[in-house]
């Protein structure tokens, strides 16, 4: 479970970091950007959430 809530959290920042260069490259690749970091931040909160439950049942 460790591994998956670290390879979700590894998946949301490198989401969030491809919303950047495709808010950087796209004239207007605002909109994207907006998409991209929302479901790049969702999936970074979900891994948390699993690290989290996993600490927490391993106590």
């Given at each position: 479970?460790?591994i998956?809530a670290?390879?979700l959290?590894a998946l949301?920042?490198?989401?969030?970091?491809?919303?950047?260069?495709v808010?950087?490259t796209?004239?207007?690749g605002?909109g994207?950007?907006?998409e991209?970091?929302?479901?790049?931040?969702?999936?970074?909160?979900a891994?948390?959430?699993?690290?989290?439950?996993?600490?927490r049942?391993r106590?």
């Amino acid at each position: 479970m460790f591994i998956l809530a670290k390879v979700l959290q590894a998946l949301g920042i490198a989401d969030v970091g491809f919303a950047l260069y495709v808010g950087i490259t796209q004239p207007h690749g605002m909109g994207k950007e907006y998409e991209f970091t929302g479901i790049g931040i969702l999936v970074f909160l979900a891994g948390y959430i699993v690290e989290v439950l996993w600490a927490r049942g391993r106590e």
